[in-house]
């Protein structure tokens, strides 16, 4: 008897032992779960394209910040590439060269993939800007990758996700689009 014993014991103490070191993991694996999905889970954006350099810039700048805007792209839904009742996500809104501008990111209908794009307004709608800006050939270059416009505004279609804490580059696309209202007022001041 002495030895069914002295065998029982360590058997129910590594047994023992063992659930217990499993039940600490399991615990320690369940608040990292938690940890990631209350901080860093954003999910309408993919985590691996945060969103926090935006911020930064919205407030070193003074510029707006919204998460998401269901409505921004609704003007838009004429353009493919937008897609229609889709939302613009991490939207930056500034201005620039008494412009005011907008980037965003948005899912391409296709393949569901996030891509930037850059919205600058003209100070005041003008139709003739439209009929000016498609018959400009070519109507932008580098750093400018698809145009469209509209009375009211041009856009630059990016074909990936711009991330950067930088203002120069956020505002690289924006200056390039400015510049080409910024022509079209010239030309239309010289024309009258």
Not at 36 to 57: C, M, N
């Amino acid at each position: 008897m002495g030895d069914e014993t002295g065998l029982a014991r360590p058997l129910e103490h590594s047994v023992g032992r063992l659930a217990g070191m499993l039940t600490i993991g399991l615990g320690v694996l369940v608040g990292a779960a938690g940890v990631y999905l209350t901080f860093f889970a954003d999910r309408s954006v993919s985590p691996a394209t945060g969103v926090g350099d935006r911020i930064e810039l919205a407030r070193r700048e003074g510029w707006r910040f919204l998460d998401v805007d269901p409505d921004l792209l609704a003007d838009w839904s004429d353009t493919p590439d937008f897609g229609e009742d889709q939302p613009a996500y991490a939207v930056l809104r500034g201005v620039h060269d008494d412009l005011e501008f907008v980037v965003f990111d948005y899912r391409k209908p296709d393949t569901g993939e996030l891509a930037t794009a850059w919205i600058v307004y003209l100070p005041e709608p003008s139709r003739s800007f439209v009929k000016w800006a498609t018959s400009q050939e070519p109507l932008y270059r580098r750093p400018l990758n698809m145009v469209g416009v509209r009375a009211d505004a041009i856009v630059d279609i990016g074909r990936q996700v711009h991330r950067s804490t930088e203002p120069e580059s956020v505002l690289r696309q924006v200056r390039a689009l400015a510049e080409i209202i910024r022509r079209f007022e010239g030309q239309a001041a010289a024309s009258s």
